[in-house]
């Protein structure tokens, strides 16, 4: 029988559904949690966090969990950084990739961390410096412009002297300066935010003289010194979670067994670097739960090819759920299709719709992936043939693939491009109601490829909102000592618009640094009075630039977040290849003029 329109919307809605959960997936609030599945595993973390909030000094906590692909690994550490926001504390994600020596990597993903967000970019560092001043019990007055994201040298000060009365000895000299350039990093200006991601990533100051304008320091510090400095301050207000999820992929490198112990093939200077800096963190810190997620055999591997004493520090490993139960797989399908059907005009005939009851009998698949993949590889089949038939076995294709089939070479991955180009839909990032939210993750995505394609040393980052809950920059750009604050604007009605213009004006700096363009881009024609266009004059001597974004442009934007999604192997090579983005008037316009 052919599909109804209402069973149409309601299978096309969950083509949405995603099997993988992606390790940068741990920022985004899961939707579907299962209490049936790993729950020991979720206990030990649980159990981890409350002793690590409830601790003000002692040693740091150190955790292992380890299962095949699928089972949940990514799940539970996102678990694990969404229960922080309970006891007041901070995620850290850790990227080896960012440099070999485990401090400096460490400490350029605590910074990368705290700029990072659940709901909003840089929600983490705002919402430490909120907890740290009202531990110091700070009168409004000094740190209202900290709190806002406008801070003065004054009120920085402030802060700092507030902070080191209260917690005393506990705040030596460079954890003050740590402090200094927190309440710049939460600012709501991007040159504030630079200053201190400078200073705390160990790098030279781009402008001379200003770290000294807010009494930080200048003399460099190792950093081993910054890392364990930045760690005091945050725990001083709570527990940090310092998620390590990457020893398979160094395992694989050091041409290890990741499946199992097999022969000694001697020890990895990386590995052992790791193992050390791990050693070295758990000794000098605390108030930290370390969280190692790994395949089974990396962590024996990791065990036999470094230094005794590494294992020796952590919990007795925990291996996650081999198997889904029915319960449990009930619950995960159910759960992730409600999701998927929010807004949708559609009622589920049973609770596991459109898995039969007959398909939850017998042989199983046996991880969560495994199940969601199968779901969406019967979603596709029905929509292909436009019949409606439930699913019957949730056994079969779905254990055949490791991901979502993606292009692998240059042909392919431009025909999936040009295909999603044609899908793209962006009409919600040219709303008036919706452009803060929907177009900020398409020019991301397009300046992260622009910059992949062209070679640049560019940066980019989402704007936090200030005080009003509103966004005066929607995305930030460096490249070395240059910036560019991007805004997008598709309304010109009401004093709005006159007020968009002038925060992006004034809050990019641009009047009084002129390596700073602050760019307004019109992603829909502006209906503008007489006014209107004299006021518009008047920013535009004043250093603003007005570029046209228009829906191709965007489509493109749109079409390479998908790619991003999907992960193919070989997608930066073909982005330096065909430079898809590189082709944009809105690059061309901002970049290149």
């Known amino acids: 029988m052919t599909l109804t329109p209402e069973e149409r919307k309601a299978l096309e809605a969950l083509r949405k ?73 901070l995620f850290v994600q850790f990227d080896i990739h960012k440099d070999e020596d485990f401090a400096t990597a460490a400490l350029l993903s605590f910074v990368s961390s705290l700029t990072q967000g659940m709901d909003d970019p840089g929600q983490q560092v705002r919402q430490l410096l909120v907890k740290l001043l009202k531990k ?86 190792r950093p081993r010194d910054l890392l364990f400095a930045l760690t005091r301050v945050v725990s001083l207000v709570g527990p940090v979670m310092f998620s390590v999820d990457q020893i398979d992929e160094l395992v694989d490198r050091a041409n290890l067994d990741t499946r199992g112990v097999g022969t000694e093939q001697g020890r990895s200077e990386q590995l052992d670097n790791l193992a050390k800096g791990l050693m070295d963190f758990i000794d000098y810190t605390h108030r930290v739960v370390i969280v190692v997620s790994c395949l089974p055999g990396s962590w024996e591997r990791l065990k036999t090819s470094t230094i005794d004493s590494v294992p020796e520090r952590f ?14 797989a009930k619950s995960i399908i159910a759960g992730h299709v409600k999701a998927r059907l929010k807004g949708v005009d559609f009622k589920r005939p049973w609770r ?178 007489d006014t209107m266009r004299r006021n518009l004059r008047a920013f535009e001597k004043r250093g603003l630039t007005v570029v046209d974004l228009g829906v191709e442009d965007l489509k493109v934007c749109w079409a390479l977040k998908a790619l991003e999604d999907e992960r193919p192997g070989d997608y930066a090579e073909w982005l330096r290849a065909n430079r898809p983005m590189s082709r944009t008037g809105l690059m061309r316009q901002v970049f290149e003029a």
């Open 352 to 529: 596991t719709w459109p898995v039969a009851d007959e398909a939850f009998k017998g042989d199983q698949v046996s991880t969560p992936r495994e199940i969601v993949r199968r779901v969406r590889e019967h979603v596709d089949r029905c929509l292909d043939i436009d019949e409606f038939t439930p699913l019957m076995s949730l056994a079969g294709s779905g254990t055949a693939r490791e991901a979502e089939p993606a292009p692998q070479s240059g042909e392919p991955l431009t025909a999936r491009f040009e295909e999603l180009v044609k899908q793209a839909d962006v009409s919600d990032a040219r709303a008036h109601g919706k452009e803060d939210s929907d177009l900020p993750p398409l020019l991301l995505a397009g300046l992260r490829a622009y910059a992949e394609e062209t070679g640049r040393a560019m940066t980019a980052r989402p704007q936090p909102k200030n005080k009003l809950g509103q966004h005066e920059i929607h995305v930030a750009v460096r490249e070395e000592d240059r910036r560019w604050c991007l805004r997008g604007i598709s309304s010109s009605k009401g004093s709005a618009f006159k007020g968009r213009l002038r925060w992006l004006l004034e809050r990019s700096g641009t009047e009084k640094d002129s390596k700073v363009s602050a760019v307004a881009l019109r992603t829909r024609p502006w209906d503008l009075t």
């Open 17 to 89: 559904l995603e099997p993988v959960v992606q390790s940068t997936d741990v920022w985004r609030d899961s939707e579907v949690h299962v209490d049936l599945h790993n729950q020991h595993a979720v206990q030990d973390l649980q159990r981890g966090l409350a002793e690590a909030a409830e601790r003000t000094r002692g040693n740091t906590l150190s955790l292992v969990f380890h299962g095949r692909t699928g089972s949940g690994k990514t799940h539970l550490i996102r678990q694990g950084r969404m229960r922080l926001e309970d006891k007041g504390g």
């Open 136 to 221: 110091a019990s700070l009168p409004d007055d000094p740190q209202l412009p900290v709190l806002e994201g406008d801070p003065t040298p004054e009120a920085v000060e402030a802060v700092v002297k507030a902070v080191g009365q209260s917690f005393g000895t506990a705040l030596d000299g460079a954890a003050r300066d740590v402090v200094r350039a927190l309440c710049l990093l939460g600012s709501n200006i991007p040159k504030y935010q630079d200053f201190a991601e400078d200073w705390l990533s160990c790098r030279d100051e781009t402008v001379r003289g200003s770290r000294e304008e807010w009494g930080i320091r200048s003399a460099m510090r």
């Open 315 to 328: 919990w007795s490993p925990r291996a996650l759920d081999p198997n889904v139960s029915t319960d449990a």
